[in-house]
């Protein structure tokens, strides 16, 4: 089982492996930026290769970004669409630098409109993308909790967004826990098997390339997006541990962005949880 987290990369990439280290996690997953502005990632190709390297050399088998809060292109503005594009591409081809797994991102909020008159502008921004970026690199829907009128709360609107994708081995799907059950997929009750088997029949596990691991603070189909330490939100223990025995998942790195019990994001005592719960 591969279990990983978010970690910081405060003062330089490099410095994400020791604290990937310090908390058990195999899996990493960095901003290649600062998340709340525009800026282009700080690291260099060459810079990205070496730590690639360095990741490797160290036993964390996989590698993923999470794109900056500001990417909307579900957005009818033209201006926040470009930037998107370009923070992504950048991202990609930093990611791809690095031999990562891809770059994982929120399509946005369509605001006032509907899915149905935002997706074919999802769509081709999602094509312009993939062809201006490096060919190794996966560009990675997140699932969300469906807060503000973003864009891939269903599988179904993934599966539409998928749909349009000319170059289907560079799309891929990261399922977040608690988004999803925040959403309205019940976890708890219905539970991870059926809700898989929804994913494999409309989406498609050739798709899944991560699983953010989160347990919810919010409500079943509360439509609010916030992260629990495993255990201790809505979700509880009991789903992880099936979620972690699907022999279909096995290969997945499960990547925790959890609050951490002190507050400083995803530690020890999670990973540790889920490595436990994986037994």
Partial sequence: MIIGAHVSAAGGIMNAIPRAKEIGASAVQ????????????????????????????????HIFFHSIYLINLASDKPFLIHKSKESLIAGLNLNAAMGGNGVIFHVGSTKDRTFDAAKENIIKSLNDIIAKSDPKSILIIETNAGQGNCVGDTFEEVAELIAGVEQKERIGVCLDT????????????????????????????????????????????????????????????????????????????????????????PDRINVDKLKDLAV
């Fill in 30 to 61: 960095i901003f290649a930026s600062a998340p709340g502005n525009w800026n282009p990632p700080k690291a260099t190709l060459e810079e990205g290769r070496a730590f690639g390297e360095a990741c490797r050399s160290e036993g964390i088998t």
């Fill in 178 to 265: 608690a988004h999803t059950f925040a959403s309205g997929y019940d976890l708890v009750n219905v539970g991870p098997e059926s809700i898989m088997q929804q994913f494999d029949e409309i989406i498609g596990l050739k798709y899944l390339k991560a699983i953010h691991c989160n347990d919810s603070k919010t409500d079943f189909n509360s439509r609010v997006d916030r992260h629990e330490n495993i255990g201790l939100g809505k979700i509880g223990e009991e789903p992880f541990r099936q979620l972690l025995h699907l022999p279909e998942l096995k290969n997945i790195p499960f990547i925790l962005e959890v609050p951490g019990i002190e507050g400083n994001g």
